[in-house]
């Protein structure tokens, strides 16, 4: 090897290490994901996205709401609609914001009979949704169909510019019994 070609490799090497070093302590703090006990009306909005997901192509059903007051449904429609991304939080999403707009969005409840897959609670964080409630969890939901393995913590925990609430569970044994 010459002495140019070491030069370079060690010049490499130091950039490299520097960039990192530069990353690491630029890089923006991880958003705290609150894991949430349920909360009095959670029970009774998950009620009515367990009711909609009995009527929808795949048992996936979602409500938003506001102080216990419902703003927006959606079923999954995928198979009726031809559509892939027509799951119920997308479709609940997509309502809302047609009547709505975006800033009355913020800082609502979502619930859903299955926790939001990676699709789904990317939109949720965009949107400013605070609060998730689900049914049954990714892990209930793979032993019937088919997941990615990526819960809803870890993209609310990759998530630096937001602080999103978890709420897991709620009614679950109701919502994994729409799978069998």
Known sequence: ??????????????TGLATAALCAANAPAKSAVLTTPAKAEDEGLMREAIA??????FPFGTVIARDGVVLARGK???KRTHD????GEMVAIRRFLAERGPEELKGTTLYTSGEPCPMCM????????????YGASIAQLA??????????TEVAKRTPFETIEITGGVLADEAIKLFM
């Open 1 to 14: 090897m010459s002495t140019d070609d070491l030069l370079t490799s060690r010049r490499a090497v130091v």
């Open 122 to 133: 990317g939109a949720i964080v965009w949107c400013g949704i605070k609060r998730v409630v």
């Open 143 to 152: 032993a019937h169909i088919g997941q990615i393995m990526l819960i809803s």
């Open 84 to 87: 892939p991304t027509a799951h």
């Open 76 to 78: 999954n429609l995928g």
């Open 52 to 57: 909609l997901a009995a009527q929808a192509d």
